[in-house]
């Protein structure tokens, strides 16, 4: 490859990669994403796919606000891309909730939210407490055991593979060098450029954003960036197809557009994607039957687990080197609800060299360290 | 299309669709299915298109039906039993069936 062949660098070939991947193009960017091969850990084809609100921002206000301005951008994301590409992610975002079993659980959720809006600078996302008869007017399937819950507006959910089918068409038509099987081993700058050193070759760029998940945490320190990351493992059990009777996800349980019923939000410290805890997805689908009896006979199809993403304090690090000026972070748990973002908000700023701080300064991983943040 | 063997056992009766067939002990309700000249036992949900038992062993889940009310169970994997209402299936099953 020729020197300054590409504009943006992007490592990583996930949700967050071919997001801002997406959206460099769209800026008139010259764009490679730079991914692993087939035995990469692969949150992407993984997750839950929820866009979601609710909770999100306890402890950092203003992830509320940048959460609720790309839930707020899906409707038209997923209208371009379906423009460009034929291909419906099946966007949705008929409000969601939280279930609770027990007086407790409903207490206890709606202690969290209580603290949550009470943060100085909080955007008001309008979350409800709902008791039982109000939630049952919305799900009217839910068990005699569900005494409430509450519910957000805001929330919504995707297919999330289409979706990577979708970006993945869309960079193509965009003109978008996608490099599978080319893990990034170095990256260096030299001479005003980016060189990214894989087995396959050298790749040099003007710039570089590095999308690469909890790999971030083994590739930032090359270009003076840090993103501490703490990754753990999800999983997920999911039914055969069966006819629409869920109107709202569930933050644990959703039904999606081709029927089947995805159940999950299980947290292990394991980080082996390969292995399956089988008393997780027991209480997973025993938790679901309680929440949706007449889910008790339904056959289970498919059980997996998936690596999240995670930041050390699971809220997202965007950042560009000090060092090395033309290279950037974008880390983050929430790769679907945040890629109208990624795309529409943070790509822009990469093809413009610099992150405008009035957004993403609160993202900064400089928040790890007391000392330099004064 | 298909034709029993002579040594068959005793005859059991079962519903399908609410119609009467003649089954036989030893039969899954797959075989019984097939036995009546019902060319499709459901309809898939994705395409609608028409399936019939095919591996009859348990492994392609073709012959999914509705048995004695209870959705999406495998006709190759049970047997037969006097009174058994098998119902056949069009597209997504319904929870709670």
């Known amino acids: 490859m020729a020197a300054s062949d590409f504009d943006v660098a992007v490592v990583g070939g996930g949700l967050v990669g071919v997001a801002t991947a997406w959206g460099l193009a769209r800026e008139g960017c010259r764009v490679v994403v730079l991914d692993e091969g087939d035995r990469a850990v692969r949150a992407s084809r993984g997750n839950f796919a929820l866009v979601w609100v609710q909770s999100k921002g306890l402890g950092l206000p203003e992830y509320a606000g940048w959460t609720i301005r790309s839930s707020n951008a899906w409707g038209g994301f997923a209208q371009t891309l379906k423009e460009e590409t034929g291909l419906d992610v099946a966007f949705q975002r008929p409000g969601g909730f939280h279930l609770a079993l027990s007086g407790k659980e409903l207490e206890a959720r709606a202690n969290i939210l209580k603290r949550l809006h009470n943060q100085p600078g909080i955007v008001d996302y309008k979350t409800e407490i709902m008791d039982r008869s109000q939630v049952a007017k919305m799900l009217p399937d839910i068990g005699p055991e569900v005494v409430g819950g509450s519910f957000c507006p805001l929330d919504g959910h995707v297919n999330s593979l289409r979706l990577f089918r979708t970006l993945h068409t869309a960079i193509k038509a965009r003109g978008v060098t996608y490099l599978p099987s080319h893990r990034v081993e170095t990256i260096t700058k030299e001479g005003g450029e980016f060189r990214l050193a894989t087995a396959q070759g050298e790749i040099r760029a003007g710039k570089v954003a590095l999308a690469a998940g909890n790999a971030n945490m083994r590739l930032a320190p090359m270009v003076g960036l840090e993103a501490p990351m703490k990754p753990e493992r999800g999983q997920i059990v999911v039914t055969e197809r069966l006819r629409p009777f869920l109107n709202h996800p569930v933050v644990t349980l959703r039904q999606t557009d081709e029927g089947t019923v995805m159940i999950g939000d299980s947290k292990e410290e394991s980080i082996d994607p390969a292995g399956l805890t089988l008393g997780v997805s027991a209480t997973e689908a025993e938790r679901a039957v309680r929440l949706f009896p007449l889910l008790a006979n339904v056959n289970v199809v498919r059980t997996w687990s998936a690596i999240r993403v995670m930041t050390q304090d699971g809220f997202p690090i965007y950042d560009e080197s000090e060092t090395h000026p033309g290279a950037f972070t974008i880390c983050c748990h929430s790769g679907v609800t945040l890629a109208a973002n990624h795309a529409l908000t943070v790509a822009p700023m990469i093809a413009r060299g610099a992150l405008d701080t009035s957004l993403v300064a609160p993202f900064s991983a400089r928040r790890f360290h007391v000392q330099a943040t004064g | ?97």
């Open chain 2, 1 to 97: 299309m298909f034709k029993r063997l002579a040594e068959t056992g005793a005859a059991v009766a079962i519903t399908v669709d609410g119609r009467q067939i003649a089954a036989r002990a030893g039969d899954t309700v797959a075989a019984a299915l097939i036995a009546a000249g019902i060319d499709h036992c459901r309809t898939t949900p994705v395409s609608g298109a028409p399936r019939a038992p095919y591996c009859l062993m348990g492994v392609c889940f073709e012959c999914l039906v509705t048995v004695d009310g209870v959705g999406s169970r495998q006709g190759c994997l049970v047997p037969v039993r006097d009174g058994m209402a098998v119902e056949t299936q069009t597209g997504k099953r319904e929870a709670g069936r």
